[in-house]
């Protein structure tokens, strides 16, 4: 199985900051197959980017993907207060799918 | 716009088995593929398992012999069984489409397995 481990645990910034976030594989990952999920408390989680760089319907142009083989990375430009919420990567290269554990981003 | 909504019991007692139904509007579940995703309290996502609409499945190894997800395609729906469960089956339980990637969830539904 496909070990993702997501750093950092929690992420402390402030509305306008740039946020990068990792995402590293345990073993090769195709980009074709990494995705990157949002989600808010007492919400499902919603789809950012898949295919490592490409982005979901109707989601800003602030967000962006990249990435390949076993590092990953999702970059918010500018942070929004919306913003501020739990991140997860995803691969879907083989089975069983894995999520990374997450990413906490809060407010500084 | 695609929506999913998941039904079932909220309490399930030890070694009982949880049984969720996913039920898909706004666009046929026909060519496509459907998934079971849960939560934990306070945890990370793991994936269960997903379901073609011919029926052909995958599950997750950790749980493949406690799990069954099915379609019905004249309903519209999909369900997941979970047998012999216990406190640590205990988590938000979401549908999903699924296209590799997860597009569209359902809300998600909470699970407790206590007597």
């Known amino acids: 199985e496909i070990v993702l481990t997501q750093s950092p645990g929690t992420l402390s910034l402030s509305p306008g900051e740039r946020a990068t976030l990792s995402c590293r594989a345990s073993?090769?990952?195709?980009?074709?197959?990494l995705a990157w999920y949002q989600q808010k408390p007492g919400q499902a989680p919603r789809l950012l980017i898949y295919?490592?760089?490409s982005r979901a319907t109707g989601i800003p142009d602030r967000f962006s993907g990249s990435g390949s083989g076993t590092d990953f990375t999702l970059t918010i430009s500018r942070l929004e207060p919306e913003d501020f919420a739990v991140y997860y990567c995803?691969?879907?290269?083989?089975?069983?799918?894995?999520f990374g554990q997450g990413t906490k981003l809060e407010i500084k | 716009q695609v929506q999913l909504q998941e039904s079932g019991p909220g309490l399930v007692k030890p070694s009982e088995t949880l049984s969720l139904t996913c039920t898909v509007s706004?666009?046929?579940?026909?060519?496509?593929?459907w998934s079971w995703i849960r939560q934990p309290p306070g945890k990370g996502l793991e994936w269960i398992g997903y379901?073609?609409?011919?029926?052909?499945?995958n599950y997750n190894p950790s749980l493949k012999s406690r799990v069954t997800i099915s379609v019905d395609t004249s309903k519209n729906q999909f369900s997941l069984k979970l047998n012999s469960v216990t406190a640590a089956d205990t988590a938000v339980y979401y549908c999903?489409?699924?296209?590799?990637?997860?597009?569209?969830w359902g809300q998600g539904t909470l699970v407790t397995v206590s007597s």
């Open positions: 073993q090769s990952v195709s980009s074709t197959y």
């Open positions: 706004g666009g046929s579940i026909s060519s496509y593929y």
């Open positions: 379901i073609y609409y011919t029926g052909s499945t």
């Open positions: 995803q691969q879907y290269d083989s089975s069983p799918r894995t």
């Open positions: 295919g490592a760089s």
């Open positions: 999903a489409r699924d296209r590799f990637q997860n597009d569209y």
